[in-house]
């Protein structure tokens, strides 16, 4: 229990701490509205926190600087109730007195009691078991975005800590996991083209004689200024194949092989790569149906989460990739927009109640 | 306090803006050429009022318009600039003949009573420019929907879909189980020439070169920023992009708040990527706009202070800063500093001729004392630089001659700090300023830049080396760049002692 100009108020649970669920605890926290936050990992901050900046000589805003802003706001602020290696186990109560019983990590239980509930478990990457005809986990030179992405973070000025000398030709392979009707995934995760696009940036600026290679079906909007971002990378000696690769194996020499279609040739052909990165997509967290039966939420046609009914009504909020992909700094304004929509809610509360 | 937000702009976007403004229980006071369309007495439209400039801050701007009954003066709480962008038709129309039309002009057409039935329509995207995703969805369904009305041969000709919206892929998907034909082409092979009453229309598909003879062809728009937009950005003292289009390129600035706290740019006047979700940021810009006034705080720590009696009205500090938050008194021969507005940065203090403004401490503060021998003075922006050290706990350890600032901005380093740092014995300054385009107050690390190049000329020719002065671009997620490049920056100082 907190005070909001002078009204005893129930505080806001947040189940899930990566980018999505602290934003708005700390836009929140900034209202002095109390807030807990549950996040069944060891630490919060998701899986954003791990990701790297992509910067060559100048910004390639990926947003990444945003974020740390936020970890550092979270992170002791009094307002902030933050357990983590814990689970929702159940949710009673209606909009405004809801009751949620969590087991912490020690395995205690403990209820609290809140007036709304915001819900950004955010997403699972695409495993890329599925897709083992890729060589992922195989070959070690098979890598997928997140794990580039957590390299990137420990760049030195000089080098990049997974590229090394023997490493000529680079190939992303995109939409693995994505616009994918097999796998059923008929969505684009929206994210993948941005940030293989920035990686190749990134590695293109420290070594400038790797071949980057991109096999794609469509380039999405990358964000920001976009209209040249494809010309330009041309520019940058990038190769772009229009084709799906069907395979990823060993050659001979240790290298890798891409097996796919070329289409002027009007066949299929093995092309060598040193390196090859899958451009994994989005697919809903794994625990989504266990917290879609908690806190009685309904999905939408890809199986991310969804509301039911009004969310004025319900005073249950999703917010951020929970509801389907979006990057870092569309994550952080819809969290941003959730937390002001309760807040200005607690403002109207606290004034009816004739305090403000 | 009721709270009036001025919108700028007749358009979609401005009517979403105003819903947005009144839903949260604020009023709205829209200007515009032309008709409104929305009507609610919580709005007032003025047709023909345009903005002549504006004066203060967040909470009280004061508004000056151009009216047909002279000047007018309003006071509005927040500005939202939603201007939209010009619709052009792209370059092919001019040798396309009079059978192509564009995206913007066919649903007329499909609404006709009266038109000739044709044999194949070619639609075509992306023939200027890379076209976003708003295309996309305009453009897929009203293929769809020749192809139902008309039952004719439909080809979609483009570079890209794009389909990263769940119902733009969702149309695409339908489009081509209802026979539309998607074709990509590769660039610069499109052609699109009148013949014989029909229009042949040839690309290359990757494959071999193709061509189409088309009874109609439909081709995208391209999105063009208006004509006002320049001129707007310098009245609301706000960004523009190298496009022409509203908001800086700059990682600060996805959202639609801008370096002006209290002026707002929605949709697309903010170019394509401004039309994604035009009504969620309107919503959101509302949201902001309310809780901010409803607590109108300030939102730095430490802001300018400018000494009376030092300031020579030499406007500098205008120029320079990045927010708008400085203005000429009203009753003093002096600037003043608007308390809301500043962000602290530091940056006017750096470049006032007459050192009549300061932040307290001049915005620096020591990270790390150097212990011994003064041999590396590091200046660390706070929004890089120190994130990144403070991430990985490691300041205690660096060696003992370094010593460690902190300062708002790397905008804010006057040269003559740096000049009493050599003189209390430091071999070398090390500036960690954030990479271009991604300086929190816009470009107060190009200003150091270009400050540090010249104070770089004058030590040498009083014969102090040029690399005293470094300057390097970190960015807060890379810790272990960060340690590295203070590390070797060290170390290098430690070679010339032993040579």
Request: glycine share 8%.
């Amino acid at each position: 229990m907190n005070s909001l100009g002078g009204v005893c108020v129930r505080g806001v649970l947040i189940v899930g701490g990566g980018i999505s669920g602290c934003t708005a605890a700390d836009m929140l926290a900034q209202s002095h509205i109390p807030v807990y936050i549950v996040d069944k990992s060891k630490n919060i901050g998701g899986k954003a926190i791990n990701y790297g900046c992509k910067a060559t000589d100048t910004c390639l805003k990926c947003n990444m600087c945003l974020t740390q802003d936020i970890w550092q706001n979270v992170n002791d602020n009094r307002y902030i109730d933050i357990m983590t290696g814990a689970d929702v186990l159940s949710c009673q109560g209606d909009k405004g007195d809801y009751r949620v019983m969590i087991r912490l990590e020690d395995g205690l239980e403990r209820e609290i009691n809140v007036s709304y509930i915001i819900v950004a478990i955010g997403f699972q990457p695409y495993d890329l078991k599925n897709k083992g005809f890729f060589g992922y986990g195989l070959y070690k030179n098979v890598l997928d975005g997140l794990d580039v992405e957590q390299l990137l973070k420990q760049r030195t000025p000089e080098t990049l800590p997974f590229i090394n000398p023997s490493i000529k030709k680079l190939a992303f392979l995109q939409c693995v996991g994505s616009r994918d009707v097999q796998d059923k995934a008929p969505y684009c995760s929206k994210v993948c083209c941005a940030y293989a696009l920035r990686m190749g940036q990134t590695i293109h600026h420290y070594y400038p004689n790797i071949e980057i290679t991109y096999f794609y079906m469509d380039i999405q909007e990358v964000g920001g200024v976009f209209s040249d971002y494809y010309d330009r990378l041309v520019g940058n000696g990038f190769k772009f194949v229009l084709s799906r690769p069907v395979m990823v194996e060993e050659a001979e020499d240790g290298g890798l092989e891409v097996i796919h279609e070329d289409l002027a040739k009007a066949s299929v052909v093995r092309e060598k790569f040193d390196m090859v990165i899958l451009s994994q997509g989005i697919r809903p967290a794994d625990d989504v149906d266990y917290i879609a039966d908690v806190f009685d939420l309904g999905y939408d046609a890809n199986g991310f989460l969804k509301g039911i009914g009004r969310w004025s009504e319900t005073g249950i909020y999703l917010a951020g990739t929970a509801k389907g992909p979006m990057n870092i700094a569309d994550s952080m304004a819809d969290a941003r927009r959730v937390a002001m929509e309760i807040i200005t809610d607690y403002r109207t509360a606290a004034i009816a109640s004739g305090v403000m | 306090m009721q709270h009036r937000i001025l919108i700028i702009g007749n358009g979609d976007d401005a009517a979403m803006a105003a819903r947005a403004v009144v839903a949260v229980g604020m009023e709205a006071l829209v200007i515009g050429e032309g008709a409104f369309p929305i009507a609610d007495d919580r709005v007032t439209y003025k047709d023909g009022w345009t903005l002549k400039h504006i004066e203060g801050q967040i909470g009280a701007f004061e508004a000056v318009f151009d009216t047909s009954d002279g000047e007018q003066t309003e006071t509005v709480s927040s500005i939202i600039a939603a201007t939209g962008a010009d619709m052009v038709p792209c370059s092919l129309m001019n040798s396309a003949g009079d059978k192509a039309v564009s995206f913007k002009d066919l649903p007329a057409l499909l609404n006709a009573k009266e038109y000739t039935l044709p044999m194949a329509v070619v639609f075509i995207q992306d023939a200027d420019v890379d076209d976003g995703q708003w295309v996309s969805a305009i453009g897929i369904n009203l293929a769809r929907q020749v192809r139902k009305m008309w039952g004719c041969d439909v080809y979609y000709l483009c570079r890209f879909i794009r389909g990263s919206h769940f119902e733009v892929e969702n149309a695409y998907r339908m489009a081509r189980a209802e026979g539309v034909v998607f074709i990509k082409y590769s660039k610069d092979s499109l052609a699109v020439m009148p013949a014989e009453g029909k229009t042949t229309v040839s690309f290359n598909d990757y494959t071999q070169e193709i061509s189409i003879q088309a009874d109609m062809v439909v081709m995208s728009d391209v999105l063009k920023p208006q004509t006002q937009t320049s001129s707007l950005t310098q009245k609301l003292g706000i960004g523009i992009n190298h496009e022409g289009f509203f908001q800086y390129d700059n990682a600060y600035y996805p959202f639609t708040a801008t370096n002006r706290r209290g002026v707002y740019v929605i949709g697309a006047c903010k170019g394509p990527a401004g039309l994604n979700d035009v009504s969620g940021d309107a919503a959101y810009t509302a949201l902001d706009i309310k809780i901010q006034l409803d607590e109108l705080r300030p939102i730095a720590d430490v802001i300018a202070e400018i000494n009376l009696f030092k300031c020579s009205l030499c406007l500098t500090c205008l120029r320079f800063c990045p927010h708008g938050a400085l203005h000429v008194s009203d009753d003093m021969p002096s600037m003043v500093v608007y308390d809301m507005a500043c962000q602290g940065c530091g940056i006017c203090g750096a470049v006032c001729p007459a050192e009549a403004i300061n932040l307290a401490d001049n915005g620096k503060a020591l990270m790390k004392e150097s212990s011994g021998q003064k041999r590396l003075k590091v200046y660390c922006c706070k929004n890089s630089a120190k994130k990144a050290l403070d991430a990985i706990n490691m300041v205690a350890q660096l060696p003992q001659g370094v010593e460690l600032a902190e300062m708002p901005c790397s905008g804010s380093i006057k040269p003559e700090e740096l000049v009493n740092d050599i003189y209390a014995g430091f071999q070398r300054i090390l500036i960690l300023a954030c990479y271009s385009d991604a300086c929190r107050h816009v470009n107060g690390n190009a200003d150091m830049r270009r400050q540090m190049k010249a104070l770089q000329d004058t030590l040498a020719d009083m014969g102090i080396a040029r690399d005293s002065i470094v300057v390097m671009d970190v960015a807060g997620p890379s810790s272990d760049d960060v340690l590295e490049k203070i590390n070797s920056a060290y170390n290098a100082i430690g070679l010339e002692v032993a040579l």
